[in-house]
């Protein structure tokens, strides 16, 4: 039963762009969400998170939007570099962080 | 302070024989848990540590798989009688008390079972 999802398994968007990431949950309990980028032969680092408290938290170049009521997060990146080609993975937790639910990924192709 | 870190980075093992995997989490970090990721997914949640304790398991963890902290510190994940349907990315990932919203990875351990 997949509760974290990414429906888009791929994402292109040119250098300087904004690029969209988006990620549905279907789990009401869900209380935090995070984003992760995974390069390939690591391990997925953190990027941005946020609390359902908030609809928008911001750093840098990455904001985070949280609609609750559509049970819809996206990440935005602006402007988009070439290095910012990567996996990204949103995820979820109910409570006290002993779970956290990861979608299937977009993988994001930032063009020169 | 080197991250975490995860040892054997591949191994390949024949079906039938036994595999362990070893995690040293960051060192004040007294969360712990285990993913494992195939190909075209996310990490699914295998079981979560705190402290020595193993609070949460995933159906996912059949009975040949079985995990442990001893001591709250470094983590093992063993998986007995192994069938080409576990080949995957094992991750580990830990995190500490006052930030346990935040998981920090493993570069992970990547079983093929031929």
């Known amino acids: 039963d997949q509760q974290v999802k990414q429906n888009s398994p791929s994402l292109s968007v040119q250098e300087g762009r904004i690029s969209i990431l988006n990620c549905d949950y279907t789990?009401?309990?869900?209380?935090?969400f995070l984003w992760y980028k995974k390069y390939p032969a690591e391990g997925p680092t953190f990027l941005i998170s946020?609390?359902?408290?908030?609809d928008k938290n911001e750093d840098g170049r990455f904001t985070v939007f949280l609609n609750k009521s559509a049970k819809h997060l996206s990440l935005h990146i602006v402007p988009s570099q070439p290095g910012d080609s990567a996996v990204y993975f949103c995820?979820?937790?109910?409570?006290?962080?002993?779970?956290?639910?990861f979608g299937s990924g977009t993988k994001l192709n930032v063009k020169p | 302070d080197t991250g975490v870190s995860q040892d054997p980075r591949h191994k390949i093992t024949k079906r039938g024989q036994n595999v362990t995997f070893r995690c040293d989490p960051i060192?004040?970090?007294?969360?712990l848990y285990w993913y494992r990721q195939t190909l075209g997914q996310g990490p699914e949640f295998l079981t979560y540590?705190?402290?020595?304790?193993?609070?949460?398991k995933s159906r996912l963890l059949s009975d040949r798989f079985s995990a442990e902290r001893p001591k709250g510190s470094f983590s093992t994940l063993e998986i007995q009688r192994t069938e080409q349907g576990d080949s995957a990315m094992y991750l580990c990932?830990?995190?500490?008390?006052?930030?346990?919203?935040?998981?920090?990875f493993g570069a992970g351990s990547r079983l093929t079972v031929l």
């Open positions: 990932a830990s995190s500490s008390r006052s930030g346990a919203n935040v998981l920090t």
């Open positions: 789990n009401s309990m869900f209380d935090y």
């Open positions: 946020i609390s359902s408290i908030k």
């Open positions: 995820a979820a937790s109910a409570g006290n962080f002993n779970k956290f639910y």
């Open positions: 060192s004040e970090h007294n969360r």
């Open positions: 540590f705190q402290n020595e304790a193993q609070l949460e």
